[in-house]
């Protein structure tokens, strides 16, 4: 075997070493995808399309409701496998494995919420549908593994189409288990196919692959940018959901302890490996010490070890390649305020991090971290907020924290991102649109128009003249 680069997991020829990052032992080995693999998946979900298509909407939203059975029915196991592949506490998990549940529910029952439109014309009437694509191909990542690839599988099932998933080589093991389930639950085969390999050989031939009509990628924006030229050879349909570096905006009028005790968790949630994540927290000047002094407390006291001990609120970083780079961001212009704690000895650990004060070129203001890293810059009334936070490349989410609520909507309006609260930290909801702008991305899922991401409109022409 030989050390991946870029986060991958060990490989060999024909096989991926799957690690836990806890322990940083041997999970499990998995056969490794290349582009024969994916050719032969792509093959089988075009095989399967023209029945899937065809099959009653009321039956189809069945067989989803089924699926959703057997992932209840596998909760726990999914939950562990997703705690143990992905280093996250056993709790985060099994509420994550709740919403992937709970998404494929939402879009069982919008199989038949797709509506056309009647268009009186000259001669005749036309009307329009909403047709599947076909083959869709679903690239996700490793930070929220099944959940994410079910914000995707769910509606383009629900659509018509069928799927080609390729999860993250890093975490596949709950996606294999689905694919399990959604075949045991009565899916026909070949509706859903999951291929394990890595970015440069499965992903990049199913991005290529001319009978794949469309992509939908999480991901980071490095990433997105290839695929997104890649795709334009075939001219495919493609959803990026890219990086972030959202702002966390805290006014002097706040409630500033609240908005203190919640921000540890708009940032190491998931140790900070999450898109989402309000990296930039960005505090009026008058009230910067008070602010820090509730942060403190609320840093130090997060509980940071074993993913299976129920009292444990942080899991490590995914590899060792993650922590090396979470760690290059700290000093050089970046004090560390305030820092937890974190285990010694085997898994990829890095301790809940503030740094404070930051200089204005540093890396850490700027670049996604995707780890469990905050920096802390003040500002200047409303304008300077503004500006802070609209000071970057991404535009994913964010929060404002102000009693004025005026004040909270006029800036929430103002800042160029997809997903934004007031008062809060909450960037998802299944019945909400999700997604970026700028360098974020581009589509949205989830929410009632997720399904339109997944088919086109096709507009029939009836004579009714008769000539």
């Known amino acids: 075997m030989t050390k991946g680069t870029e986060g991958t997991p060990l490989m060999e020829d024909t096989a991926l070493a799957v690690l836990e990052p806890a322990t940083e032992a041997l999970l499990a080995s998995v056969p490794r995808a290349g582009a024969d693999e994916v050719d032969v998946a792509v093959a089988a979900a075009r095989r399967a ?24 029915g596998a909760w726990d196991e999914l939950a562990l496998l997703e705690a143990r592949n992905a280093g ?3 709790a985060s998990a099994r509420g994550e494995i709740g919403m992937a549940i709970e998404v494929f529910r939402y879009f069982a029952g919008a199989v038949e919420r797709p509506h056309g439109e009647t268009i009186p014309v000259a001669d005749g009437v036309a009307f329009t549908e909403r047709t599947p694509l076909g083959v869709v191909g679903l690239i996700t990542p490793w930070n929220f593994p099944l959940n994410i690839a079910c914000w995707k599988m769910a509606p383009a099932l629900a659509a018509g189409n069928t799927v080609v998933l390729k999860p993250a080589e890093l975490t596949p093991l709950t996606a294999l288990r689905f694919a399990e389930l959604a075949l045991d639950a009565g899916l026909p085969e070949g509706v859903v196919n999951v291929v394990v390999g890595t970015g440069r050989e499965a992903g990049r031939r199913l991005v290529e692959h001319p009978d794949v009509a469309k992509i939908a990628f999480t991901g980071s924006t490095a990433v997105g940018r290839e695929i997104a030229q890649r795709a334009a050879a075939t001219i495919k349909r493609v959803t990026l959901e890219l990086g972030g570096k959202s702002a966390n905006v805290v006014f002097a009028d706040a409630d500033v302890e ?28 008058s009230v910067v010490d008070e602010f820090l002094s509730h942060l403190q407390g609320a840093v130090e ?28 961001f700290v000093g050089d212009g970046a004090e560390v305020a305030i820092q937890g704690r974190a285990p010694e000895g085997p898994g990829f650990w890095f301790p809940p991090t503030v740094l404070w004060p930051v200089a204005d070129d540093h890396p850490a203001r700027h670049e996604e971290i995707f780890g469990p890293v905050a920096v802390v810059v003040p500002f200047d009334g409303e304008a300077d907020a503004v500006r802070l936070a609209n000071d970057s490349i991404y535009g994913l989410s964010g929060s404002v924290w102000t009693r004025d609520g005026a004040k909270g909507l006029r800036v929430a309006r103002a800042l160029e991102s997809g997903n934004l609260s007031i008062n809060s930290n909450s960037s998802v909801r299944l019945t909400t649109p999700f997604g970026g702008f700028k360098q974020s991305g581009y589509g949205r899922e989830l929410g009632p128009h997720a399904t339109d991401a997944y088919t086109e409109v096709k507009t029939i022409y009836i004579n009714t003249e008769g000539k």
């Open 301 to 328: 006291a997060i509980r940071v070890g074993d993913p299976l001990d129920p009292t444990t609120e942080m899991g490590p970083l995914i590899s060792a390649q993650q922590r090396e780079r979470v760690a290059a």
């Open 258 to 285: 609240a908005a203190a005790l919640a921000a540890p968790w708009a940032v190491f949630d998931n140790a900070g490996q999450d898109c989402c994540a309000r990296s930039r927290i960005l505090v009026e000047r």
């Open 49 to 72: 399309f023209p029945a899937w298509r065809d099959v009653a909407p009321a039956d189809r939203a069945r067989l989803l409701r089924r699926v959703v059975e057997a992932m209840e």
């Open 88 to 90: 996250k506490p056993l």
